[in-house]
């Protein structure tokens, strides 16, 4: 097993402390952020290491190389992007507060997915669509490392999806913008110029994300070994189950406990450091 540690202010000092808890055969520096250690033990003190030097770490089996993957797939809100869109249509709403207590909620798997996102909706009812662009125009922002992901898998003949929770009036130029070859998102349903409070058509959720991910890959021949997926919330659980290499990004504790490993320092791009 190789250990995989990175993080802006690494050292060769915390890269040889680390090989020394876990008993490493040999260290390897990749570019100047990240270190591979080649045969690794497990060891508690990696986790308590690495989180005193704000350090993101991965266990990554022998072999694994970004040259054989063939799909990847990402959430969008708070994993893509920086933001949970549908927070920021709810301060432009003025019904910040209401959504936003919703959203936490949902996100820690306290609430039922679907009823959660039908309930922040509705309180969206009046609101213009004018404010889907103000959203995307003015606050939306890619998260660090994001485009440097992409442009590798893209090189790399990668297959990317962007399966979301949120909306497709986001999804979609995010899919133009960067280049993704899929998307799936909740239709939020407009009458009059105006968001009616409701969802058009199959609703998005947690399940409905697997199932896309599972399809994708059955349609490429990937075998699980092939591919990744990366989310933050509750709802993504059932994706990142269904992945051969499952990252937990800024996540809460919940989905970082379910996954391979966790990027709480890193951006994205760190992705590519697993599998170099």
């Known amino acids: 097993m190789n ?9 060769s000092a915390d890269a040889a402390e680390i090989a020394r808890i876990t008993g490493a055969r040999s260290t390897e520096q990749l570019g100047a952020r990240a270190y591979r250690l080649r045969g690794a033990a497990r060891s508690d003190g990696v986790a308590l290491w690495c989180g005193t030097h704000s350090l993101d770490f991965a266990w990554v089996p022998e072999g694994r190389r970004f040259a054989d993957l063939r799909l990847l ?95 497709s009036f986001f999804t979609e130029r995010l899919r133009q913008r960067l280049g993704f070859d899929y998307t799936l998102s909740n239709e939020l349903e407009i009458e009059g110029g105006k968001l009616s409070g409701r969802l058009a058509g199959e609703l998005v959720d947690g399940e409905v994300k697997a199932r896309a991910f599972r399809e994708k890959a059955v349609a490429l021949g990937a075998s699980a070994a092939q591919t990744v997926a990366i989310g933050d919330g509750a709802n993504d659980l059932p994706m990142l189950a269904q992945a051969g290499y499952s990252i937990a990004y800024r996540a809460n504790p919940a989905v970082r406990a379910r996954t391979n490993c966790a990027i709480d320092h890193c951006g994205l791009d760190a992705v590519i450091n697993l599998f170099e």
Request: with cysteine; proline share 2%; charged share 25%.
């Open 3 to 11: 250990l995989v540690v990175q993080g802006a202010a690494i050292t």
């Open 73 to 167: 797939a990402m959430d969008m809100d708070s994993t893509l992007i920086g933001i949970e869109c549908i927070d920021e249509l709810g301060a432009i709403a003025g019904r910040g507060h209401e959504i936003a207590a919703i959203t936490a909620s949902a996100m820690r798997g306290e609430l039922d997915y679907p009823e959660s996102l039908r309930r922040r909706v509705g309180l969206l009812a009046g609101l213009g669509e004018d404010a889907l662009e103000r959203v995307y125009r003015e606050r939306l922002r890619l998260s660090p490392g994001a485009e440097r992901l992409v442009s590798r898998c893209r090189r790399q003949g990668v297959r990317l999806l962007l399966v979301s929770g949120g909306f």
